[in-house]
């Protein structure tokens, strides 16, 4: 009897010590998201019209570095960031999850990041949902690709996008696919389970994403 509880004792601690482990991963990747989204807010504050659509913005999700390839049609998605704004302010970040992203038949496909303005309530609704949810012709939502080339060409859209190439494909096609909450880096961030809807409510914080936040133009 003592060696079997001896044993029931060390596999639950083995089992405490992997989880723990497992929260710790994820909470770096959490907060590895946030830094890494802080030097793309100053690649995005270089242009004054995307900085005014951005102040204008409901919402915007960050993806610090979407996969190789995913500037081609079918590509790799990658792991975002989504700020809301709140009574004049941006929210903490609730994390996301993209299963792929396509930008149209482009070449290249070298990845970077990509950023989505969400301009109206409907889309802003649609990522605090973020139930798989995908950005496609059955969405209904109106999806413009950002150039600051051609900047007239944007017009009311419910989401705007951008990248850093943003340039070489202006005026493509744009969707997502299998866009979900990442349940486990918000539970790990914040410290207990929380829902994309609980973050964007202010119903948790982290200081160590204040950098991020004050940065986002208000």
């Not at 044993?7 to 497992?22: Q, V």
């Not at 930008?103 to 290249?108: S, T």
Request: charged share 15%.
């Amino acid at each position: 009897m003592i060696r079997s509880t001896a044993i029931i004792t060390a596999a639950f601690l083995a089992l405490s010590c992997a989880a723990s482990a497992a929260t710790s991963n994820d909470s770096n990747s959490a907060q590895k998201l946030v830094n890494d989204s802080v030097p793309v807010v100053g690649q995005i504050k270089q242009d004054p019209h995307f900085v005014k659509l951005l102040k204008q913005a409901k919402g915007v999700l960050i993806l610090p570095a979407v996969g190789k390839g995913a500037l081609i049609a079918g590509g790799e998605g990658g792991q975002g960031v989504l700020l809301m704004r709140r009574n004049g302010k941006w929210t903490d970040p609730a994390f996301l999850s993209l299963g792929s992203i396509s930008l149209g038949p482009q070449a290249g496909g070298a990845g970077g990041p990509v950023v989505m303005l969400l301009m109206t309530d409907k889309a802003a609704h649609s990522f605090s949902q973020a139930n798989n949810l995908s950005l496609n012709a059955n969405a209904g939502l109106t999806i413009v690709n950002y150039s600051a080339k051609g900047q007239g060409s944007v017009g009311k859209g419910d989401i705007i996008v951008w990248s850093n190439q943003s340039g070489a494909f202006a005026g493509a096609s744009v969707s997502a696919t299998d866009i979900t909450s990442n349940t486990q880096q918000d539970r790990a961030y914040y410290g207990r389970h929380v829902s994309t809807t609980d973050i964007i409510k202010g119903k948790v914080h982290n200081a160590a994403a204040d950098k991020l936040v004050s940065d986002l133009p208000a």
